[in-house]
């Protein structure tokens, strides 16, 4: 695959070579090269790209619901590379699966491990607005009582976008089976903080306990808000969004 440098946009093939657009950029490559759909269903050649074909399914399924499951966090805000970003995390899980082969692995099978916990932490979840970057503080996550703690916080650390006067914080509780894909979020009540809040300590407790669908992620969300004249309203800008997982539960 190659970029190319036109006065206008080409789509189509020309001699040989297929002109398209990938990400809103013209590219360009060699047309052909025998994939087409029996080939991939019969061939014994074309047997890795059915495996890589079946872990793909598998991944983008999951993905789906997994983003549904998120959706509260990022409502009337559109991630345009937020399902490729999440197929890097879960395609990356599954190559951690111990017990089964290629073109057979499975999510949740990484995720049995502890390093694939620690990759669910890890992972960057939305570049633009990174939850630990706008919130500098040390979190504490009580599994038992499903309540998170920001015990030493000051707004004046806190990362506010152009525009912004106020910074909405939502902690919730995602129990997550990723091998059934049934969950359910748990959600504690939302704070909204304007850029003078004077306190120095944050708690987030969840109104109803998990019932242990799978495994279990605390997860802090944050939008930003601009009052004019005394109403509240949502900015949408890219970097207004962030969401990290915070936590699992052992």
Same mark, same amino acid.
């Given at each position: 695959m190659a970029k190319y440098k036109s006065l206008f946009t080409i789509i189509g093939t020309i001699w040989g070579i297929n002109f398209y657009e990938l990400l809103g950029k013209p590219v360009s490559r060699k047309a052909g090269g025998g994939f087409t759909r029996e080939a991939i269903k019969t061939k014994a050649s074309m047997v890795r790209v059915r495996e890589n074909n079946s872990e793909f399914g598998h991944c983008s399924r999951l993905n789906k619901v997994f983003r549904q499951a998120l959706r509260p966090f990022y409502v009337q805000h559109k991630f345009p590379l937020f399902h490729s970003r999440l197929m890097t995390l879960f395609t990356g899980l599954k190559a951690l699966d111990p017990v089964n082969g290629r073109g057979q692995r499975l999510v949740y099978r990484g995720l049995e491990l502890d390093e694939g916990k620690r990759s669910l932490v890890r992972f960057t979840y939305t570049p633009d607005c990174k939850p630990k970057n706008v919130l500098p503080f040390d979190f504490e996550?009580?599994? !038992? %009582? $499903? %309540? @998170? =703690?920001?015990? &030493? *916080?000051?707004? &004046?650390?806190?990362? *506010? #976008?152009? /525009? +912004? =006067?106020? #910074? +909405? @914080?939502? *902690? /919730?509780?995602? !129990? *997550?089976?990723? &091998? =059934?894909?049934? $969950? &359910?979020l748990h959600l504690a009540d939302s704070l909204v903080l304007a850029k003078d809040f004077a306190g120095d300590s944050l708690s987030f407790a969840v109104t109803e306990t998990p019932a242990g669908l799978g495994l279990e992620l605390g997860v802090i969300g944050i939008r930003y808000y601009q009052d004019i004249d005394g109403e509240l309203y949502l900015l949408k800008a890219k970097e207004g969004v962030g969401i990290s997982v915070l936590s699992v539960k052992d």
């Open positions: 996550m009580d599994w !038992d %009582t $499903y %309540t @998170l =703690t920001i015990p &030493k *916080f000051q707004m &004046k650390q806190v990362s *506010f #976008i152009s /525009g +912004a =006067t106020h #910074i +909405a @914080l939502q *902690f /919730g509780v995602l !129990d *997550f089976n990723f &091998k =059934t894909l049934d $969950y &359910k």
